[in-house]
């Protein structure tokens, strides 16, 4: 059984003592694939990027997104996991938090469709990604404590685009030196999904 959760957490605590650089989303989504590739060296899954997901025999027009951003599965994918990383450098806030939220529904959908776990993984170093004065509609589950849940909308633009959400979701910000991050679990959208593959007291 692999634990990903507990590997990300080891993760971040190098990214605390300074022994991993992270600087944007592709340092954070290669550093981590690589540090998961040498955690599951002696074991038989493969940690590789950017998989679409017809490769796992999934029909791509059923899904919010195309590829993923990690994936960890076994020689003969009766184990799969995925992972989705952001790191959000150059303010716009309210986008960045919708395209989380996007990528949580995927998830959801790709644990619903038999992924065994669906980790989203987010790095921040700007406080007010996580904090700050405005705490009200898109900004509360980031900023406020409140659940993630329900209908999104996108909080700028046309608002002509949203995403459900099934689950319920709490972000809990850890620290990890100059930076927070946070790692929240997907949930199916339904009761009749595998079993998890990781164990964790994550949301």
Known sequence: M?????QIERFFHHVASGDIDLYNECSLQYELAVFLRRSFVSSSYKVQFERPVAFFGLRRSEFIKNEIDITVFSSDQTARIAIEVKFPRNGQYPEQMFRFCQD???LEQLVSAGFNAGL?????DDPLFYSGGQQSGIYGPFRGNHPLTGTITKPTGKRDESVHLRGEYNIVWR????LKYACV???PLHQNSCPTLISSQLS
Do not use: E, N
Not at 120 to 124: L, Y
Not at 175 to 178: E, F, I, K, R, S
């Open 175 to 178: 620290d990890a030196g100059q």
């Open 2 to 6: 692999l634990d990903v959760a507990t």
């Open 120 to 124: 989203f993984v987010v790095a921040a």
């Open 104 to 106: 949580v529904a995927f």
């Open 185 to 187: 679990r997907a949930k």
